[in-house]
Each structure stands twice: as C-alpha cells, then as structure tokens.
C-alpha cells in the first residue's frame, strides 16, 4: 500500500518562495503535485516519473520545479515568485502508471495535503 504524508506548507508574501515535501512509503512510478483552491477543481501543478522526466502545468512552468529523492523516500516541489492565486491545499499524489499525466483520476494514492497562502 503506498502512503504519502506532505510537509512545508505555510504563509508567504507574493514573490516569496517555499519548498514543499512528501515522504513516500513505497514509491511508485509516478508523483505528482495537485492543488485545490476553495470553491475550485483539484488541478495538476506537475509530476515526474522514476526517470526524472517532469511535465508541468502551463500556470506553474517557469516558477515550480518538481524533484524526488528515491534513497529518501521523498518527493519536493520547490515553489518561487508566489502569487496570490497559487494559494491552495497541495497535495501530493501517486500512481502505478507508465506515464505521468497530469490527470487528477490517474492517480489512486492521495496525502492528506498542505496549505499554501500567498498574500499580496
């Protein structure tokens, strides 16, 4: 059974930075980052395979950078120039997958997620 737990979200001034963590028990293939703000969809922020390959969303590309650490177990998303409409619960999220969509029904594996909010 995979299981995932994140960390390191918190509060940060538009064009801050923070770094967010997510320790893995059995790591799959693929990892990915989503995120959900209040009234909204739970959207796909990136992902990355075993091999390192990363796709990120369009508002994200340029800003986050998506990582895994497979000696610890952990997956990292490193966030930079935060805005306002990045605020959201993050969630990490796993799937068995040959590829890494960015497609929130591809992944069955779910943390519990870690607010992020950007104040202006």
């Known amino acids: 059974q995979v299981e995932l737990a994140e960390s390191g979200g918190g509060s940060v001034q538009a064009g801050g930075s923070l770094k967010l963590a997510c320790t893995i028990i059995?790591?799959?293939?693929?990892m990915g980052w989503f995120r959900q703000a209040p009234g909204k969809e739970r959207e796909a922020v990136a992902s990355?395979?075993?091999?390192?390959?990363?796709r990120y969303s369009d508002s994200v590309k340029g800003r986050f950078s998506i990582s895994r650490d497979s000696e610890k177990n952990t997956l990292y998303l490193q966030m930079d120039s935060l805005q306002p409409e990045d605020s959201a619960v993050y969630y990490c999220?796993?799937?068995?997958?040959?590829?890494?969509?960015?497609?929130?029904?591809?992944?069955?594996?779910w943390g519990q997620g870690t607010q992020v909010t950007v104040s202006s």
């Open positions: 999220a796993a799937s068995y997958l040959a590829s890494c969509p960015l497609i929130r029904s591809d992944y069955p594996y």
């Open positions: 059995r790591s799959p293939w693929c």
């Open positions: 990355i395979d075993r091999d390192g390959k990363t």
